[in-house]
């Protein structure tokens, strides 16, 4: 069964340091997410992504974030600025169409990238 | 504003034992409502949904949920625990009018032989 992939599974970063997750999606599909997971806290969603531009961003995802598409198969985030309290796993996740709620469409979620900021 | 509670951190059952993990929600339609399983070192992975119809829905791994309204409860049920079964299990809301998935903080689900 496809995957979403990301890469790296840790990655480790001191405060003020630029970081890029990495994702590849399923290959057929369109839709493209980042959810976080701090330690011990909810998995929360900060962006979702569609024909190149952002569809919706939750408060969480200020300037200092940024999501990107650079070839047909990736689709990274990008911390401009890392802080302490941005540690947490990073999700991605992809769906095949945008209607993820009616079971057309479910999410996938790739396995999370650790990002640990000292 | 939409939001997902799951009462319970942690929970420990014995293989063979049945087991109902708690979820309760709060949003002021019908929601969409998903569970959602992580094992160890592994991605999110879709157990069941729910989005209207027969509010009791299978899953996979013999996994069963109930949406009752009038309690505001989607709880995850399997009536007979395998050792495979221990992961952390997270339940999710969603509407009809945004991408995004509201996560409860998750039950970790221990399982003793």
């Known amino acids: 069964e496809p995957e979403v992939t990301q890469t790296p599974s840790h990655q480790v970063t001191q405060m003020g340091q630029e970081v890029i997750l990495r994702c590849v999606p399923i290959?057929?599909?369109?839709?493209f997410y980042w959810y976080r997971q701090i330690l011990g806290q909810k998995v929360e969603f900060l962006v979702s992504?569609?024909?190149?531009?952002?569809?919706?961003k939750s408060e969480i995802f200020d300037d200092q974030f940024s999501v990107e598409r650079p070839d047909g198969s990736n689709f990274t985030l990008k911390i401009r600025s890392t802080k302490l309290e941005d540690s947490a796993m990073y999700f991605c996740?992809?769906?095949?169409?945008?209607?993820?709620?009616?079971?057309?469409?479910?999410?996938?979620f790739g396995n999370g990238t650790r990002l640990t900021v000292t | 504003a939409q939001s997902v509670t799951q009462p319970d951190i942690h929970i420990t059952v014995s293989e063979g034992a049945s087991l109902e993990l708690r979820c309760n929600y709060s949003?002021?339609?019908?929601?969409?409502l998903f569970w959602y399983v992580q094992s160890p070192g592994q991605g999110l992975q879709l157990l069941l949904k729910?989005?209207?119809?027969?509010?009791l829905v299978q899953g996979i791994k013999g996994f069963e949920a109930e949406f009752k309204r009038s309690q505001s409860s989607f709880n995850l049920r399997k009536p007979s625990v395998h050792w495979s079964d221990a992961a952390e299990y997270f339940c999710?809301?969603?509407?009809?009018?945004?991408?995004?998935?509201?996560f409860g903080t998750g039950t970790r689900l221990q399982v003793f032989p």
């Open positions: 996740a992809s769906s095949e169409g945008g209607d993820i709620f009616r079971g057309n469409s479910p999410l996938h």
């Open positions: 992504f569609y024909n190149n531009e952002i569809s919706e």
């Open positions: 290959s057929n599909h369109l839709y």
């Open positions: 949003y002021g339609a019908t929601p969409y």
């Open positions: 999710a809301v969603g509407t009809y009018n945004t991408d995004k998935l509201i």
């Open positions: 729910y989005f209207s119809g027969d509010t």
